[in-house]
């Protein structure tokens, strides 16, 4: 099938390591409903099969564009694909998953609907659970101060369920190449806040339908899955960046920050624990680095403003005290119970809280 010189739709999909998975991802691309796209496979150096893929499907369908670049990771492939897409929107697929024949239709309607609005939809981590039928459900408004709910609530945060404004993308919002982790979340706010702040009265737009399956299995092997040495430096950049947004533009409700605060502070000390039980590095060695992090500015700041606000975190007087010991116990908890096990301690943890400061806020 032919596609137009200017599509209404650019999929991107950045392409490494993914020879398994990527025949199923982009037959569910080729078989939507709307036919207007045009889809931009971005070969990131993979060494393996994937770049002949990537060209035998340039070949099959005149939709299909194969580019190659040398080896730059996620975000430097997606940032080659904003640059080269030529489609009004623009949204991303990872090589590894699939979407509902319905996806782009969807969201084509959906922005058509609400020009200016900020279309994103539900995604399902079960392949049963995604929705393959006719979509028909209504898309459900939030004002751009519910961005922090949204985010806690999982429903915004991860590029590949929404549709961007491809002329405001190239006009220089890009991905933070020197991010390894949480490079979406930061992406996502900054383009929020340019996209509303060029059309005020916009709002989100989201549509309940599970119409992206994300195949966590696949990803076992992938950076997500991993500790690297800069995990905690890393996601701090990330938060501060969100908190910046939020301070100078978003302004959402305090229970929100909140819960974006405590959210900070567990990434923090699960990157902590990651630290205190590195395997292969001596113990002292260890333990300086995990002080290191509790010594920085931002998480400094952070357990200060824990204090100051009486906001409650199973990690904030580990953290004011640096006690390591208690940090390592908080992370062997979530790592042998899961997060339903971090919260279990976490409501018995606030009780007492509340008790001790009187007028402390309510939970997150």
Known sequence: METPSSPTVSVVVPVYKAEAWLPRCVESLLAQTFPDFELLLIDDGSPDGCGALCDGFACRDDRVRALHQTNGGASSARNAGIRAARGRYLTFVDSDDLVSPHLLQAAAEAAGAFPGDFVFWAYADERSLLHTGPVTSPPIPFAPSEIGRLYISAKLGAVWAMLFDTALLQQGIFFDESLEMGEDLEFVFRYAR???????????????????????????????????????ACWSRVFEALLAQNREFFHMPEQDEYAILHNYMRTVGVGLYALLTQPGVPNAQ???????????????????????????????????????????????????EGINGYYRRYWVGYAIHRRLRPGSPAPV
């Open 194 to 232: 340019a996209l509303f702040s060029a059309r005020p009265g916009s709002r989100f737009r989201y549509l309940p339908d599970p119409l992206y399956f994300y195949d966590n299995d696949g990803k076992a092997g992938s950076l997500s899955r991993r500790f690297p040495p800069d995990f905690c």
């Open 286 to 336: 260890r333990r300086a680095a995990a002080r290191g992090v509790l010594q920085s500015p931002p998480i400094t700041r952070l357990t200060a403003l824990f204090f100051e606000r009486r906001y409650y975190s199973p990690y904030a007087w580990p953290f004011r005290l640096k006690w390591l010991w208690a940090i390592r116990r908080i992370g062997a908890w979530q790592e042998r």
